[in-house]
C-alpha cells in the first residue's frame, strides 16, 4: 500500500511539474513571434522638407502625404508577408540650403542612405556632400535645370533623382500662358536662388523678342526682404512705362517666390498700379495658404494666375481621400510625388536587400530605374498616383501637364492645363 501511495505521489509531482513545463511551452510562440518581429528590417528614409520656413505650407502637405505612404506601405509589406518595415525620419529644413545640408549630415550619422525632398537651391547645396557619400536623394520639387544646381554631365547626377520636370518645361507653359493672356509687357520680381535665377533666365529667354520686361527686379531669397517698398516702386516704375506703351490690359507682373509673395501683395499700397494689372505666378505658390490668409483681396483682384505640374492617375483619387479623412484638405502636386518616390525607394530598398543581403547603393540606381518600370506597369499590385513616371538621362521627370490656377474668394481653383503634347492650354476658364 505504501509502494502504492509513493508512486501515486510520485505520479502527481511529475504531473505538476508536466504542468509547469507545458506552462514554459506555451510561451514558446510568443518568442517565436518575438523573433520573427526582430527579423524585420527597418528601412529608414529621410524626409527633408520645409515645416517652418517661407514653404512651410507646401512642406506640411508633403509631409502629411509622405505619413500616409509609410502607413500604406507597411500595410503592404505585411499583407505580403514581407519581412519589411519603413520609418520615416522627418527633418526641417526651412528651405534654407545651409540648413538643409546640415540635416542631411544628421541623416547619415543615423545611417539613413536615402532622402526624399527638398527645393533646388537645397539640392544644389547638398548635391556634392550626397554624392561623395552615395546618398540617394529624389526630390519631388527641385525644377531648375541640372546645371543650376551644380550638374555638368548625368554621370555626375547619379544619385539626385527628381520626380518633377524642370523649369525648361514650366517656363514654356508661363510663356503660352503670358501670350494667351494678351499680355505684350511683364514687369518681373524673382527670387535670388537656384530656383529663382533658372526659372527667370529660362522665361525671359522663350519670351525673347516677343514681350517686353519693363523692370526686372530681383530680390535676396535668405532672408527675403521685410520692407518690400524699395521693390514695389521699381515694379510701379516699370509698369507705368509699360501702361503708357500698350495700356493696363497688356500689361501684368510675374512674381517667382514662395510664402514672401504674400508679404508683398500685402505691402502694396491699395491704390498702386500694380494691383491694376495681371499678375502671374508658378509653382511655388499654387496652394499657398499665407497667400489666401494674408493677402486673399489683393490675390484675388489680380489673379495671380499660377503654373504647376500636373498628373495624376486613378490612384490619386483614393489618396485624397485617406489625406482629407487624415489631414483635412488635400494634397498637391509636390505631395503626391513625394508619395510616389516614398514607395520607389521602399520598392528598390528591398530589391538591394533581396539580392545583395546588405544595403547597396550604386546597386540601388539600377535598382530605383527598374522599380519604376514595375511600379509604372502595376506589377507590385500598386500604382503611381502621379501617372507613368519617366525619367530622361538626367535622371528627371522627362515630361509632363501643367495646369493653371487662380485665386478665387473661395481659395486656389483650376482653370486649365497645357498639354505637353500639342503645346496648347485647354481652358476650363479663360481670364
Not at 4 to 22: E, H, M, P, R
Not at 375 to 381: F, R, T, V
Request: net charge negative; hydrophobic share 40%.
Amino acid at each position: 500500500m505504501k509502494k502504492v501511495l509513493a508512486l501515486l505521489i510520485v505520479s502527481l509531482i511529475a504531473f505538476s511539474l508536466g504542468c509547469i513545463g507545458g506552462g514554459e511551452k506555451t510561451a514558446t510562440p510568443s518568442s517565436t513571434e518575438s523573433t520573427k518581429s526582430a527579423e524585420v528590417q527597418v528601412i529608414r528614409i529621410g524626409l527633408l522638407t520645409d515645416l517652418s520656413g517661407p514653404a512651410a505650407s507646401k512642406g506640411q502637405i508633403v509631409k502629411n502625404t509622405v505619413e500616409l505612404a509609410e502607413e500604406d506601405i507597411n500595410t503592404y509589406f505585411k499583407e505580403k508577408g514581407l519581412p519589411y518595415k519603413v520609418e520615416i525620419l522627418v527633418e526641417d529644413t526651412r528651405a534654407d540650403p545651409k540648413v538643409a545640408l546640415e540635416k542631411l549630415q544628421i541623416l547619415k550619422a543615423q545611417d539613413v542612405n536615402v532622402a526624399v525632398g527638398l527645393y533646388s537651391n537645397e539640392v544644389r547645396n547638398v548635391q556634392k556632400y550626397a554624392t561623395s557619400n552615395k546618398i540617394i536623394v529624389i526630390s519631388p520639387s527641385s525644377t531648375a535645370p541640372p546645371k543650376l544646381i551644380g550638374f555638368t554631365k548625368p554621370e555626375d547626377k547619379k544619385f539626385i533623382f527628381r520626380f518633377v520636370p524642370t523649369d525648361l518645361f514650366q517656363s514654356k507653359v508661363i510663356a503660352a500662358e503670358i501670350e494667351e493672356l494678351g499680355l505684350k509687357g511683364i514687369a518681373i520680381v524673382y527670387r535670388g536662388d537656384a530656383w529663382g535665377r533658372g526659372l527667370h533666365d529660362a522665361l525671359v529667354e522663350e519670351i525673347e523678342g516677343k514681350v517686353e520686361i519693363g523692370a526686372d527686379v530681383e530680390y535676396p531669397s535668405s532672408p527675403t526682404p521685410a520692407d518690400w517698398s524699395p521693390y514695389i516702386a521699381k515694379l510701379e516704375d516699370g509698369v507705368k512705362d509699360l501702361i503708357s506703351k500698350y495700356g493696363k490690359d497688356k500689361v501684368g507682373v510675374w512674381a517667382v517666390g514662395f510664402d514672401e509673395v504674400a508679404t508683398l501683395l500685402t505691402q502694396i499700397p491699395d491704390d498702386s498700379v500694380l494691383l491694376q494689372v495681371k499678375w502671374i505666378g508658378t509653382d511655388a505658390m499654387v496652394g499657398n495658404q499665407k497667400i489666401i490668409e494674408e493677402a486673399k483681396d489683393k490675390a484675388v483682384k489680380v489673379g495671380l494666375f499660377s503654373t504647376q505640374f500636373y498628373s495624376e492617375s486613378d490612384e490619386t483619387a483614393k489618396l485624397k481621400e485617406k489625406f482629407k479623412a487624415k489631414f483635412g484638405g488635400e494634397p498637391d502636386q509636390y505631395g503626391l510625388n513625394a508619395y510616389d518616390a516614398t514607395w520607389v525607394v521602399a520598392l528598390a530598398y528591398v530589391e538591394v536587400l533581396k539580392e545583395k543581403g546588405s544595403y547597396d547603393p550604386d546597386l540601388m540606381v539600377q535598382k530605383i530605374k527598374e522599380v519604376l518600370e514595375k511600379y509604372n506597369s502595376g506589377a507590385y499590385g500598386v500604382k503611381p498616383v502621379t501617372g507613368t513616371i519617366e525619367l530622361d538621362e538626367w535622371n528627371d521627370r522627362s515630361s509632363g501637364d501643367y495646369a493653371i490656377y487662380k485665386v478665387t474668394e473661395s481659395g486656389w481653383e483650376m482653370i486649365g492645363i497645357w498639354k505637353s503634347d500639342t503645346g496648347k492650354i485647354e481652358w476650363s476658364e479663360k481670364p
